[in-house]
């Protein structure tokens, strides 16, 4: 799930965020709770961690206490009249990018009012609050924990592995040999395209086009599950196996694409394409956490529907209408630029558990989606963008600085034939790109 992100004052209240965050992270996980102290890492560029990860939440705690609204600098200026405050610009960045924003009040903390409030944040004396007594702070926390179960409840929607499972037979196998390693995606593969079939998934249902987009979303979560044992043996199969290994990648997601091949049109037979996206995005998510580009590349590239790459298949907007994504019941009503992509991000993230801490996921998944597009822009004149080109945009991400030395001359993608081994192709590629995403998200 995206998780909480933790909004305090230095001063105010320091006791209260810290044990909202020590519980949380005891109850959804410490990847899913944002807390700035303990979040981000030595030498760090804060203000990209601390933005980056505020839109990637689902749920904004605002902890407020007695000295909140009228805290001072050394001059004597309240410090939410500055612009620069990070508690207001933490806060007004949440109420841009949607989340459901709650504010906590500590103790006796009388609630605010629009005219205590910078203008831009003015909505947050309307939002629905919550209290935590210092005396009661068991009781409290109780009810902080009940209602963002409810919240978040279904953002998870694949469980993460046992240690003693089928990655951990893997991992035994890679050490073995090939075939052992082959023959257990086989039958995982075997096993996910039987539980594929039409009989569960039929493409002739209608419904009105009102409630298309929840249908949908049901279906893509029902996918899912039935995908997560193959996505595992995939992810980390990458990331602990070695070359040897890699046409098994490229085999088993043009198995998916494969699976089936009508000449009807309609949602439900886009969306019969997710697997394979969902595959794809596991094989490139882990290739680029462990520096293997290249297998991405040879996945996009060479598992194929006739002579049809995956990268022109799998295109987003391809699988799933854009306008259904953007109406998925889990967004509440708040409308996103990238919303399948920012879904995809939410349903991998465990699958990864035990493969990448949060930092590692987020960047990972965020340089995937970074050179998928530019290989799609090399190879067709239009990209399906995701998440990151929003971030991008606003001078939120430095992924661009992070991809430069595996899109150099002489990198190992460039060496597996990715723009024609050619670094001039790459520059028109991310030429391309920034012309596709300048003044679009202003």
Excluded at 40 to 60: P, S
Excluded at 85 to 94: F, G, T
């Amino acid at each position: 799930m995206g998780g909480v992100f933790i909004n305090y004052r230095t001063g105010d209240g320091d006791w209260a965020a810290t044990f909202v965050s020590r519980e949380l992270a005891a109850k959804f996980g410490p990847a899913n709770v944002f807390f700035a102290s303990k979040s981000i890492r030595v030498g760090e560029d804060f203000v990209t961690r601390i933005l980056d990860r505020l839109r990637q939440c689902e749920v904004f705690l605002a902890v407020i206490g007695s000295r909140w609204l009228t805290a001072t600098d050394r001059q004597g200026n309240r410090r939410l009249d500055n612009s620069d405050d990070w508690v207001r610009r933490e806060i007004a960045e949440a109420f841009k990018a949607g989340l459901r924003v709650i504010p906590v009040f500590l103790d006796g903390t009388p609630p605010l009012t629009e005219a205590d409030l910078p203008a831009e944040i003015g909505m947050l004396a309307r939002c629905q609050y919550l209290r935590l007594h210092h005396r009661n702070d068991d009781r409290d926390i109780e009810r902080v924990l009940d209602e963002l179960t409810e919240l978040l409840s279904s953002a998870e929607v694949m469980p993460r592995g046992k240690p003693d499972d089928i990655v951990a037979q893997l991992k035994k196998a890679l050490t073995e040999s090939n075939s052992k390693v082959a023959d257990m995606v086989h039958t995982a593969t075997v096993k996910a395209l039987d539980a594929l079939g039409e009989s569960r998934y039929p493409v002739t249902v209608r419904f009105p086009d009102r409630e298309m987009p929840g249908k949908l979303a049901e279906r893509l979560v029902s996918y899912e599950r039935d995908m997560t044992e193959l996505l595992r043996l995939v992810a980390n199969g990458i990331a602990h196996g070695d070359s040897g290994h890699d046409e098994l990648w490229v085999r088993v997601v043009e198995r998916l694409l494969n699976r089936v091949r009508r000449r009807i049109s309609g949602p439900w037979i886009s969306a019969e394409a997710y697997p394979a996206l969902l595959l794809s995005y596991a094989a490139g998510i882990a290739s680029t956490a462990t520096g293997r580009e290249d297998i991405a590349y040879q996945v996009l590239m060479s598992a194929k529907t006739g002579d049809t790459p995956a990268i022109r298949s799998l295109g987003l907007r391809h699988v799933v209408d854009p306008r259904y994504a953007a109406e998925f019941p889990e967004w509440n009503g708040v409308r996103y630029y990238h919303p399948l992509s920012r879904h995809l991000r939410k349903s991998l993230r465990p699958i990864f558990a035990d493969l990448l801490d949060e930092h590692e996921y987020e960047y990972a998944f965020e340089e995937y989606e970074y050179l998928r597009s530019l290989l799609e822009l090399h190879d067709s004149a239009f990209a399906s963008l995701g998440e990151f080109a929003y971030s991008l945009a606003n001078g939120h991400s430095g992924v661009h600085v992070r991809m430069n030395t595996r899109l150099a001359d002489g990198s190992p993608l460039l060496k597996a034939g990715a723009f024609d081994g050619d670094p001039t192709h790459v520059t028109a590629a991310r030429h391309q790109l920034e012309a596709s995403i300048r003044g679009r998200y202003r």
